[in-house]
């Protein structure tokens, strides 16, 4: 059965640095294309950024361009969303998703994960 498992959220001041995961089951993991997809409270989904199926190729939202790295290690199924320079905007419950097309990923809930909440405030 598909699964995604997100972990890695919590409370950071601004400023600060996390580290999302994302562990993949259930699919062919290295034969998809991965997004991170977040949401925060009362707003609709917010695409962050996609990767491609061998890792080479990541892309970015404008909002965490320069800021967030994506990564992902097909050997180990898993998917990673470092995050640095934490802004308080960057507050939401963040999803990674099967798909790598923005529109896709954002609009596809099946897709995702179960979420992990990441809390940027001082």
């Known amino acids: 059965q598909l699964q995604l498992v997100e972990s890695g959220g919590g409370l950071v001041q601004p400023g600060g640095s996390l580290r999302l995961s994302c562990a993949a089951s259930g699919f062919a993991f290295g034969d998809y294309d991965m997004s991170w997809v977040r949401q925060a409270p009362g707003k609709g989904p917010e695409w962050v950024s996609s990767?491609?199926?061998?890792?080479?190729?990541?892309f970015y939202a404008d909002s965490v361009k320069g800021r967030f790295v994506m990564s992902r290690d097909n050997a180990k199924n898993m998917l990673y969303l470092q995050m640095n320079s934490l802004k308080p905007e960057d507050t939401a419950v963040y999803y990674c998703a099967s798909v790598g097309d923005p529109i896709m990923a954002v609009t596809t809930r099946g897709s995702w994960g179960q979420g992990t909440q990441v809390t940027v405030s001082s």
């Open positions: 990767i491609n199926t061998g890792g080479g190729s990541a």
